[in-house]
Structure formats: structure tokens, C-alpha cells
């Protein structure tokens, strides 16, 4: 192996230490032509040393476990619902005033043992009052399907048998506003609201309101989504003119 190692000048004075020739006990060692590590090689050196200063002032070891942590103080309310630490016991600040803004804590709404205290603001509003749309019961055999089978049935509900369509006057409107007589007209045309009367959701009276004059403003402004024209078709009269 002496090829692997560079050629050194010769200094005078300077030697190359030798390695130590193998002694008896090396041999020894070696097993099956394998050679056994020294365990004393392996074992790292104490530190600090045991007659080190560190260690003779060293009063304990500075890993030691420390002493368990005191049970915690249970607070007197129960925690909160929310998952929001609310802290009982101010942060100890010495000396140190409280910015402005934290001079009063605040709580959210947060009451003490959890829920929320909706005051002003987030109070929900009252119920808002439903006014009474002011529909009756209707009379049994009286329900919008019984008039549905009215209308299809055939029987005469203009009360004008064997004429066709009238061309009425507002003269002529306004004599039919009876009970069993009354008609009325809607969007230029006139129908005979009598046999509706009873049958009508919103009852007799309101119906009759509107009995031997024009009733499409009351109409509309009372339920513009009813299909008046669909409802009436079978006791139309005719069209509503000037004369
Ligand atoms: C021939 C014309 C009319 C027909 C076919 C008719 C039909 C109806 C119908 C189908 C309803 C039930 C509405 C619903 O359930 O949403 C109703 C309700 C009502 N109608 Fe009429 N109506 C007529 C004329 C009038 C007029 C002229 C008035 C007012 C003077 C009136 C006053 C009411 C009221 C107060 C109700 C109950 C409240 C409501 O449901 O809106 N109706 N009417």
C-alpha cells in the first residue's frame, strides 16, 4: 500500500510515526479472519467529565422532571357554548394602561354559561301582524268547485234566456242591483254576478258593493291575480257602452 501514500521529502529531524507493530492480544481478536471492533471505541466520552468544574457545580441535573402543574381552577359559570375563550380573570399588566380601545371589554352578546343575549339590533322583529283578508265560509255546496260544476252544467246563469250577447248601458246597469237581480261590470264587460253571490270567497256583501255599477277598481285592487273573465264566462251579459 506504500504506492497510495505520496513520496515525502526527506526533512531532517522528521519521521514518519509507524504504525504500532500488532501485538498478541490483536491477534487474538480476530475470528474466522474477521476482525471484532474494539467496544471501548463505540462508547462516547462523559461529558462533562466526572472531574470536570462543570459537574462539581452542577447541583442537579438539568433535565430532571419538572413538578406536575397545579389543578386547574374551575370557574363558578360554565363554560360557553361557543368555542370563544372568555377570560375571568384580567391579564395582570402592572403598571401599563389599557389602550381606549379595550378599556371596556367587550362581550359579543355572550352571556355567562353560553347563548347569546340579542338585545337592540339583533333583536328579531315582532311578528308582523296579519290583516285579515277578510274571506268567509262559504256555505256547504258553495266551494269554487261546486261553481266549476255550476258552469259546466249548462243551466242559464245570465238570466237573459235565448239572447245573445247585450250591448248595456250604464242606464241599463243600473237597475240590476238586487239581491236576486244585481249585475255588474269589469273591464267593459257585464256580468250577472247573482248567482255567484253565494259562492263568492270574499261573501255577498262585498260582492254586492259592486251590484249595478262598474266594479273592475274594487276588483282589481282586492285580488288582480283572480281570473275573473274564467270565473264569470257563463254569466256574461254583454259589453258595457255609452248611451
Ligand atoms: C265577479 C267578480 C268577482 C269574482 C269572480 C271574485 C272572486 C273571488 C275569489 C276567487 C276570491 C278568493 C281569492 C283567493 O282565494 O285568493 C275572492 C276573494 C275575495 N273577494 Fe272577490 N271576486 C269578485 C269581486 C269582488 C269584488 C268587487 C270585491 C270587493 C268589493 C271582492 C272582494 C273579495 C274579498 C274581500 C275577498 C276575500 C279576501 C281575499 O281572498 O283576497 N270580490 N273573490
Redesign the pocket.
Known amino acids: 500500500m506504500s504506492w497510495l501514500l505520496p513520496s515525502l521529502p526527506s526533512i531532517p529531524g522528521w519521521s514518519r510515526p509507524e504504525p504500532p507493530a500488532p501485538s498478541e492480544d490483536d491477534s487474538d481478536k480476530k475470528v474466522n479472519g474477521e476482525e471484532e471492533d474494539d467496544e471501548d471505541l463505540d462508547v462516547p466520552p462523559q461529558f462533562p467529565l466526572p472531574n470536570s468544574a462543570q459537574r462539581s457545580q452542577a447541583p442537579a441535573p438539568a433535565f430532571a422532571l419538572a413538578p406536575p402543574s397545579p389543578p386547574k381552577q374551575r370557574s363558578a359559570s360554565p363554560p360557553s357554548d361557543l368555542n370563544i375563550a372568555i377570560i375571568n380573570d384580567p391579564i395582570p399588566l402592572g403598571n401599563m394602561p389599557l389602550p381606549h380601545s379595550t378599556t371596556t371589554r367587550p362581550d359579543f352578546g355572550i352571556k355567562a354559561g353560553g347563548g347569546l343575549d340579542v338585545g337592540g339590533a339583533l333583536k328579531p322583529p315582532p311578528p308582523k301582524k296579519v290583516k285579515g283578508?277578510?274571506?268567509v265560509a262559504l256555505a256547504p255546496g258553495h266551494s269554487a268547485l261546486d261553481w266549476a260544476r255550476l258552469q259546466r252544467s249548462g243551466a242559464d246563469l245570465r238570466g237573459i234566456e235565448g239572447t245573445g250577447y247585450l250591448r248595456v248601458t250604464m242606464e241599463e246597469l243600473k237597475k240590476h242591483k238586487s239581491r236576486d237581480d244585481a249585475w255588474?261590470a269589469?273591464n267593459g264587460r257585464v256580468?250577472n254576478?247573482t248567482p255567484?253571490l253565494n259562492f263568492?270567497?270574499?261573501g255577498v256583501d262585498?260582492?254586492m258593493?259592486?251590484a249595478g255599477r262598474d266594479?273592475t277598481k274594487?276588483?282589481m285592487l282586492?285580488?288582480s291575480w283572480?281570473n275573473?273573465e274564467h270565473?264569470?264566462a257563463e254569466c256574461m251579459i254583454g259589453m258595457l257602452v255609452r248611451g
Open positions: 283578508r277578510g274571506k255588474s269589469f256580468y254576478i255567484y263568492h270567497p270574499g262585498e260582492l258593493r259592486v266594479g274594487l276588483f282586492t285580488h283572480v275573473m270565473l264569470m
